[in-house]
Nanobody, 118 residues
Framework: QVQLVESGGGSVQAGGSLRLTCEVS????????MAWFRQALGKERESVAA????????NYADSAQGRFTVSKNKSENRVYLQMNSLKPEDTAVYYC???????????WGQGTQVTVSS
């Protein structure tokens, strides 16, 4: 069973940067893809970025395209989300998720808060 622990959240002013880290443990051999989601207060959870675990395929939400970069280090079992040019509307709890490739994402971290002030 996969365990996911996010870190790197915090408070930053608009235009600033943060790098989120997701530490992955247990059952990594079954992972098909990893992703970052976010959920702002009072809103539904939304996908931000995703990356294949065994390849280089990546995709981004329109809101993240050009500002965020998802990457991984398989040797360290870590996934990153580099967030630049942050905007107040990026404020949310960010979650790391792992997919075994069947349907949707099977495992989730506890989340890390990102707050962007104007």
């Amino acid at each position: 069973q996969v365990q996911l622990v996010e870190s790197g959240g915090g408070s930053v002013q608009a235009g600033g940067s943060l790098r989120l880290t997701c530490e992955v443990s247990g059952g990594t051999w079954r992972i098909y893809a990893m992703a970052w989601f976010r959920q702002a207060l009072g809103k539904e959870r939304e996908s931000v970025a995703a990356i294949s675990w065994n390849g280089n395929s990546r995709n981004y939400a329109d809101s993240a395209q050009g500002r965020f970069t998802v990457s991984k280090n398989k040797s360290e079992n870590r996934v990153y989300l580099q967030m630049n040019s942050l905007k107040p509307e990026d404020t949310a709890v960010y979650y790391c998720a792992a997919s075994y490739g069947t349907s949707g994402y099977d495992y989730w971290g506890q989340g890390t808060q990102v707050t962007v002030s104007s």
